[in-house]
């Protein structure tokens, strides 16, 4: 359950689900949690639904950390099978992203047996989704992809 009190609106079939998290990072777990468990994400194979929480974690964990770095708000989230997958749509009223694109998704400099903290979730996201879209509209992000089922 969403911790906004509002359920995840499950179409009538597996087809579709919408959900809205608040911008914070206990949220964001919770929420990821019931998109994961909706119909539309649980009738995916293994392989798929590990791939789907891999990219929606990414997604909204960035949106939390960069996109709300200056303000609260909300993450819209909607996902809808197709012929082509998992079409998703998350829209935030934060930030920005720089230069009005996603990041390339260069992995980090890699140095012996130090791996860095951070730096692959673009690359994540880049190299496991498909047809990435951004832009800025209206005072709102919205990023498109698309995963395979």
């Known amino acids: 359950m969403p911790t906004d009190n509002r359920p995840v609106r499950d179409g009538p079939c597996p087809a579709a689900l919408q959900l809205t998290i608040p911008g914070h990072a ?15 994400l649980r009738a995916l194979p293994d392989e798929g639904r590990g791939t789907a929480e891999l990219v929606l974690a990414e997604v909204l964990n960035n949106i939390v950390e960069h ?19 998992i079409l ?35 690359h994540l996201i880049r190299s496991l989704a498909r047809d990435l879209e951004y832009r800025r509209e209206g005072g709102r992000n919205l990023l498109r992809f698309r995963l395979e089922s």
């Open 26 to 40: 206990e949220a964001v777990s919770a929420g990821l949690r019931a998109l994961l468990d909706a119909r539309l």
């Open 67 to 85: 996109a709300y770095a200056r303000h609260s708000g909300e993450i819209e989230v909607t996902l809808s099978r197709d012929a082509g997958g």
């Open 88 to 122: 998703c749509e998350v829209a935030d009223t934060g930030l920005p992203m720089p230069q009005g694109v996603p990041p390339a998704g260069q992995l980090p400099p890699l140095e012996g047996d130090n791996l860095p903290e951070g730096g692959f979730g673009w």
